[in-house]
Nanobody
Framework: QVQLVESGGDLVQAGGSLALSCVAR????????MAWYRQVPGKQRELVAH???????TYADSVKGRFTASRDNRKNTVSLQMNMLKAEDTAVYYC??????????????WGQGTQVTVSS
């Protein structure tokens, strides 16, 4: 059984920084794309950063220049460094991975979500 476990959500003042981390735990054969999404109540989940297994991350326009995503393929982790945070960044942030577990089928996996709250 593979699980994505996120950490790092917190309450932070506008203009501050926060780092999120996500690790794929369990028997993982291969991780393809990883990504960060966020969701606020009443709205659709939106893509924040997409991190391919080879290539540069891409970002939502709303976070370009402020957020930086990176991954460690040896550790099956993906991180999101968030700088110059704004009140509108407040959301539950979800880690996503397209992966193949050991002895299993390739599929989509989601973390449980971590709350980021930015006070203005």
């Amino acid at each position: 059984q593979v699980q994505l476990v996120e950490s790092g959500g917190d309450l932070v003042q506008a203009g501050g920084s926060l780092a999120l981390s996500c690790v794929a735990r369990g028997s993982v054969f291969r991780v393809y794309a990883m990504a960060w999404y966020r969701q606020v109540p009443g709205k659709q989940r939106e893509l924040v950063a997409h991190v391919p297994d080879n290539g540069r991350p891409t970002y939502a326009d709303s976070v370009k220049g402020r957020f930086t995503a990176s991954r460690d393929n040896r550790k099956n982790t993906v991180s999101l460094q968030m700088n110059m945070l704004k009140a509108e960044d407040t959301a539950v942030y979800y880690c996503y991975a397209d992966l193949r577990p050991g002895g299993g089928q390739r599929g989509d996996y989601w973390g449980q979500g971590t709350q980021v709250t930015v006070s203005s």
